[in-house]
């Protein structure tokens, strides 16, 4: 009896057990179903959506932009690189600099450089304003960066005084106090501001270029640069030098040494010439 009852109870037991097997199984296929199923639907909406956001992270150029890529691809590209990466030895990179440090750079003649000085060289430059304007422009959709306001006139209506100030405290100790440049360290040098134009000026607050340091909209606002301007523009290119003989407006340098040529030897001459009639 013992064993029959034994074998019944283990049967029970088995059939009790069965269909709490077959629920677990149950579960378990059905959560690979759905795991399969929902690996299904992402990669669908990823083939879906992924040539958008590749559209989105190479947006289309320009007309002015594709018509600077083609002048930078034959003028630039050896130095700067096939994406304005930069080539070591050769070229910094682009990404970000703006249009601001093109139009400088360009517009002024340093770029592209003949040879690597210490310092580019201002001269005529090779690409009319408007090859400027699109060299800026594909350089600006390429990485970004500060961008000079539209118009030539960037100083008009604004407080000349005031300028005044802001050069003596920002720029003067480069530039000296008439804006005819200075010498630098290592071979390099603060260059006259005499045939800068407006825009030139303020692209060079905001890019920095050489030792030049940077004067984003933190540290000189927009009305702040134009003052700036207005100073150089209004005053110290078109100022009679009312104070006499401006030397060159170079600075204690030349007046020291034209106080040595004339005021010492004069002094000297007179001193004899008062020892001679006693």
């Known amino acids: 009896m013992t064993?029959?009852?034994?074998?019944?109870?283990?049967l029970l037991a088995r059939l009790r057990g069965r269909p709490v097997a077959r629920s677990r199984g149950r579960r378990r296929l059905g959560a690979a179903v759905r795991l399969i199923a929902a690996l299904t639907l992402a990669g669908g909406a990823?083939?879906?959506?992924?040539?958008?956001?590749?559209?989105?992270?190479?947006?289309?150029?320009?007309?002015?932009?594709?018509?600077?890529?083609?002048?930078?691809?034959?003028?630039?590209?050896t130095c700067h690189g096939r994406n304005a990466q930069g080539v070591e030895g050769r070229g910094p990179s682009l990404i970000g600099v703006g249009s601001a440090s093109?139009?400088?750079?360009?517009?002024?003649?340093?770029?592209?450089?003949a040879r690597q000085e210490a310092q580019a060289l201002r001269k005529p430059p090779q690409f009319t304003d408007e090859q400027v304007r699109q060299l800026g422009q594909y350089i600006q959709e390429l990485g970004g960066g500060p961008q000079v306001p539209a118009g030539n006139n960037l100083h008009?209506?604004?407080d000349i005084s005031?300028?005044?100030?802001?050069?003596?405290?920002?720029?003067?100790?480069?530039?000296?106090?008439?804006?005819?440049?200075?010498?630098?360290?290592?071979?390099?040098?603060?260059?006259?501001?005499k045939p800068a134009s407006d825009?030139?000026?303020y692209a060079a607050m905001l890019s920095g270029p050489q030792n030049m340091p940077v004067f984003g909209d933190n540290q000189l606002r927009p009305e702040q640069k134009a003052q700036i301007i207005a100073y150089i523009q209004e005053n110290l290119k078109h100022n009679q030098d009312q104070?006499?003989?401006?030397?060159?407006?170079?600075?204690?340098?030349?007046?020291?040494?034209?106080i040595f040529l004339v005021g010492i030897v004069a002094l000297v001459f007179a001193s004899l010439w008062i020892a001679g009639k006693s």
């Open 46 to 77: 990823y083939t879906v959506f992924a040539p958008g956001v590749q559209a989105q992270e190479n947006p289309p150029l320009s007309a002015a932009a594709g018509e600077g890529k083609a002048l930078f691809d034959v003028s630039c590209v």
């Open 3 to 10: 064993s029959d009852n034994d074998r019944r109870r283990g």
């Open 199 to 201: 825009r030139q000026i």
């Open 102 to 113: 093109v139009e400088f750079q360009v517009g002024s003649g340093r770029m592209p450089m």
């Open 156 to 158: 008009q209506g604004a």
């Open 162 to 193: 005031a300028g005044g100030e802001l050069f003596r405290i920002n720029c003067s100790q480069c530039h000296a106090f008439g804006g005819g440049g200075g010498a630098l360290s290592s071979g390099k040098y603060a260059p006259s501001l």
């Open 243 to 258: 104070g006499g003989f401006n030397l060159g407006r170079y600075g204690p340098s030349t007046e020291g040494l034209a």
